[in-house]
């Protein structure tokens, strides 16, 4: 990954279009729907959605591809450790000792992992399509401080970037004969050391240009801030902020009321 890697990809689409606030708001909406619900096919239907919005917004599909390789992990590591802590009711399907796997404890374990997955993939759709200008202005037009808007947009700039940045370290680190993979679990995080060592010694020189960066733009914490570009809500930004309160209401009401998606199954 190289080092001007950025969450946001500029394209021409109606996504990108669309007001900031709407599209934060549809994070807070789907977070709340996905953590209300735990059927399985609602989660892959979530899935689905979150696919198809960022296909539709042009943006390539290696960061589609880059998402899934960071939640890989996650999405394997979470079904596993469900079937062994909450074996469920039911029929078992394996039984050894302590270990008790049964089809209820897969699917809830299932449901889990994708959930994660769709939170994920939600808030990639706010980042993929907001600019780190437009994601503070909308921060601070829905009352947030102007100085943690900013910590929130270099946050998401810069941590991608110090992913890239250790992978490169580690790369150069073993080109010059340093073994991570061998030993037991102390002995690689000791052989961490040096990597560390230079993501330290980075951070504190990209924090320093940061500094001053900032300081050559006037920023100076409690000072008024004002915008060349201010957000402005069209009608249409209206109508989609309408529909997703509407539908989140809806799912909302079914949920709570008739139970639907409450099962695993």
């Known amino acids: 990954m190289s080092l001007s890697f950025d969450l946001y990809v500029e394209r021409r689409s109606w996504l990108h279009r669309l007001d900031a606030r709407v599209k934060l708001l549809f994070v807070a ?6 953590l209300a619900m735990s059927n399985l096919w609602v989660m892959l239907a979530a899935l689905a959605g979150a696919h198809a919005v960022i296909l539709s917004a042009r943006i390539p599909r290696s960061r589609i591809r880059w998402v899934w390789q960071m939640m890989l992990p996650i999405t394997v ?33 299932l449901a889990v992992a994708l959930r994660i997955d769709a939170l994920a993939f939600c808030f990639f759709i706010w980042l993929f399509s907001t600019d780190q200008a437009t ?4 921060l601070v037009r829905l ?15 810069y941590l991608p ?29 000791r052989a961490y050391l040096p990597v560390l060592v230079a993501m330290i010694i980075t951070a504190l020189r990209t924090t320093e240009h940061l500094s001053q960066a900032l300081e050559a733009r006037a920023f100076r914490p409690g000072a008024r801030r004002t ?4 957000l402005h809500a069209r009608p249409v930004d209206l109508a989609v902020g309408a529909g ?15 139970g639907i998606g409450a099962l695993a199954l």
């Open 244 to 258: 997703l309160l509407i539908g989140a209401a809806l799912l909302f009401w079914l949920r709570f009321r008739f």
């Open 143 to 157: 009352g947030l401080p102007y100085e943690w808007g900013l910590v929130v947009a270099i946050a998401f700039r």
């Open 77 to 109: 590591l979470i079904p596993l450790l469900w079937v062994v802590f909450y074996p469920g009711e039911g029929r078992a399907l394996f039984s050894f000792w302590l270990l008790r796997i049964t089809p209820l404890s897969i699917v809830q374990g």
């Open 161 to 189: 970037t110090f992913y890239g940045v250790f992978g490169m370290i580690a790369e150069a680190q073993q080109a010059r004969a340093l073994d991570l993979s061998q030993g037991g679990p102390i002995r690689r995080a």
């Open 29 to 34: 909406l789907a977070t709340g729907l996905l």
């Open 227 to 230: 915008s060349l570009k201010d």
């Open 135 to 138: 994601l503070v202005r909308s």
